[in-house]
């Protein structure tokens, strides 16, 4: 800063107390970043945004309409009756090709067909249905409850039920730490990524490449202004979902904490090595999404990756992102502590350290 | 300090960028630059100036030749010469959203010693403008910044790459009073320009470039004195003369007194004369007898310019002849 002299002597050199070129690098990007306001706009709010929708899209509600076609005959009036008993079962009729063409675009769940009852004197039903949809699956068994029980069975064991739905099993609960990683990976690519490869565009590269700046300095400094926006993303993140959704952390902060710095020194790692060599913005976007594209699919931010071959899983532990999102899930869902991750701990150390390392090494300054 | 008597030497730099077909961009230059002198590049866009000192600022690693810079080597005292030299690139764009001070705050910190923020501001007379963003600045105000970045580590050797181009006259003349102080403490400056009048009046000593090479160098006194005659006399016929009439009348022109050099084209001359009335004299008489009328006449002193028109038969900022 400029500041008056104080004693009146002109001060014109200065050799210590000189404030670290780390810092300086640090907080130059910091200052370029929030005063860029809606920067900090999207930044903040977009990954909010996207809980909300998700969450809405994804909340877990009870099945309240099942929709059972009857195809229409001599004896389906009967058929509707018992049906319609459950006031969940919504029940039409219709003739035969209607029915398929119902079942197979989704409009109903299920048909019934009255069968053949002449030869074994006893009433008969065939069920069509999707064995693929869990909605048509559901429908089957409460139809075929209806049916028997309508024509007389008698269940032998009581039963009462109790409804379960408590924080922690639904899923947005899996889905909130999924959003954490997906927002710390976006954020070190793009956050570091684009920054890097616009200063080399700008020539300011060049121009720091001309001075006795230390390149590690650089990197690091460019990484840590990371590290200090991720954090309030990551706090209202997780407020907002607590504040809206009841989402709970039954972890310890810190250990919460201590990973999403080293998710978010991992990723801006990658960034910087992803932005190494680029010289346009279309360049590294591309690469970005290239290196994104697969932990989007496959590292279990929407879905368990457990759905996939078993041949793939130890590549897909490998992957940067699973890690982290295995290990923010252990965390804030089962209150695992660091010593109980090991593995993924590691797994994100040997990436942050391999990027950094790699990038120092191959990074272009000049254009 | 023990100054070294040479800031800079290079021999037979050669720069090759790879590609289809491949640019030899500088073609075996040798340079000795003497410490506390300001040294000019002066040369047409295109003639390997930048290339030049960029190799010499240790930003491009030449193709062939050896470049000691204060009596060291970029290979094995990198960090050693970066914190003895400034640099002012071509055009880079410093961030929009930093102030002039924080910008420059960054910039000293990468120096072990050097000048205090509010000094190197000063310098360049920056200071009031020291809380206002860069985006803020007039392109003018921005180059003096540039300079002004250059200077904080307190360089002994100071590299401008075109700090002028783009700047009104005004801003021009400010930046020639900050670079001439610079030197007036006993440091080196090498600058490149494509404008003469700059090289003319800021250096003590001047390379001409052109093509990847050094076509003349010394004092712009030396340089114009080379031309052996001072005075430059323009004038334009009002006669298209071709063929045997522009031989005749080159033939005439050549004999006048004092005249050294005579370029004809279309129905416009440039002449050089040593003595300017003497020449124009005898011109009249011979217009007068020849029958010829002129239609615009105009005589000078000398510049850099017509040195580099003499050596190349082109024009230093005529993009045409590129």
């Known amino acids: 800063m400029i500041r008056p002299n104080r004693n009146g002597t002109v001060v014109t050199h200065s050799q210590s107390n000189r404030p670290s070129p780390l810092w300086n690098l640090t907080t130059s990007r910091l200052r370029e970043f929030y005063r860029k306001p809606e920067a900090v706009f999207w930044v903040y709010f977009f990954p909010i945004l996207m809980v909300v929708a998700l969450g809405i899209a994804f909340r877990d509600k009870p099945i309240e309409r099942i929709t059972v076609d009857v195809l229409a005959s001599s004896g389906s009036t009967e058929l509707v009756r018992a049906l319609a008993a459950d006031p969940r079962v919504k029940v039409l009729e219709f003739d035969e090709a209607t029915c398929r063409q119902r079942l197979r675009t989704g409009k109903s769940d299920l048909y019934v067909v009255l069968g053949e009852s002449s030869r074994y004197l006893v009433p008969a039903v065939d069920y069509v249905y999707d064995p693929t949809r869990p909605g048509s699956v559901v429908a089957k068994d409460l139809a075929d409850q209806l049916i028997q029980k309508a024509a007389g069975r008698v269940d032998p064991v009581t039963v009462t039920v109790q409804q379960y739905n408590e924080p922690g099993s639904r899923y947005i609960d899996f889905l909130v730490p999924g959003l954490l990683g997906m927002g710390l990976m976006g954020g070190g690519l793009w956050g570091v990524g684009f920054a890097v490869v616009d200063m080399r565009i700008r020539k300011l590269l060049k121009r720091f490449l001309a001075t006795p700046m230390r390149k590690s300095h650089f990197l690091i400094g460019v990484m840590t202004s990371r590290l200090f926006f991720m954090v309030p993303e990551i706090i209202l993140l997780i407020v907002f979902s607590w504040l809206f959704f009841d989402v709970r952390i039954y972890g310890s902060w810190i250990t919460l904490f201590v990973l999403v710095l080293l998710g978010a020194v991992e990723f801006s790692g990658i960034g910087l090595l992803v932005a190494s060599r680029a010289r346009t913005l279309e360049s590294v976007s591309g690469l970005m999404n290239l290196v994104m594209l697969p932990m989007w699919t496959l590292s279990g931010i929407f879905f368990s990756y457990d759905r996939f071959p078993a041949v793939a899983q130890p590549i897909i532990k490998l992957l940067p992102l699973t890690p982290l999102i295995d290990a923010l899930r252990k965390v804030m869902l089962e209150g695992a502590t660091l010593t109980m991750l090991g593995s993924e701990l590691l797994i994100m150390s040997l990436w942050s350290v391999a990027c950094f390392g790699v990038a120092l090494k191959i990074f272009r300054w000049t254009d | 300090m023990n100054k070294p008597s040479l800031a800079i030497r290079c021999q037979q730099l050669t720069k090759t960028y790879q590609g289809k077909p491949p640019v030899e961009a500088v073609r075996g230059v040798d340079l000795e630059v003497q410490a506390g002198e300001c040294f000019g590049v002066l040369g047409p866009n295109g003639a390997g100036k930048t290339t030049t000192i960029e190799i010499l600022e240790g930003l491009l690693p030449p193709t062939s030749g050896s470049v000691r810079v204060l009596d060291m080597e970029w290979r094995t005292h990198e960090l050693e010469i970066r914190q003895r030299i400034g640099v002012s690139l071509q055009e880079t764009q410093l961030s929009d959203r930093l102030t002039v001070a924080e910008t420059i705050t960054l910039f000293r910190s990468f120096y072990q010693d050097g000048l205090t923020a509010d000094e190197s501001l000063k310098r360049v007379s920056l200071t009031e403008k020291a809380g206002a963003w860069i985006k803020n600045l007039s392109g ?162 000398a510049s850099l310019e017509d040195v580099f028109v003499q050596l190349t038969g082109r024009h230093l900022n005529d993009d045409s002849a590129e």
Not at chain 2, 196 to 217: K, N, S, T
């Open chain 2, 140 to 301: 003018g105000q921005k180059q003096r910044l540039s300079v002004a970045l250059a200077i904080v580590g307190d360089p002994d050797l100071l590299f401008l790459d075109e700090p002028t181009t783009g700047l009104d006259p005004g801003s021009r003349r400010q930046l020639w009073d900050i670079i001439r102080s610079f030197r007036d403490r006993n440091k080196t400056v090498m600058i490149t320009t494509h404008y003469m009048e700059e090289a003319e009046r800021l250096c003590d000593r001047v390379a001409i470039f052109d093509q990847g090479r050094v076509i003349a160098m010394g004092t712009p006194r030396e340089l114009i004195a080379s031309l052996g005659a001072e005075h430059v006399i323009e004038f334009s016929l009002q006669q298209e003369l071709a063929g045997p009439g522009k031989r005749l009348l080159q033939e005439w022109l050549s004999r006048l007194p004092t005249v050294e050099q005579v370029d004809v084209s279309n129905g416009s001359v440039r002449m050089t004369a040593a003595e300017s009335h003497s020449a124009l004299g005898r011109l009249f008489e011979e217009l007068e007898h020849r029958q010829l009328e002129i239609t615009s006449l105009t005589t000078r002193h």
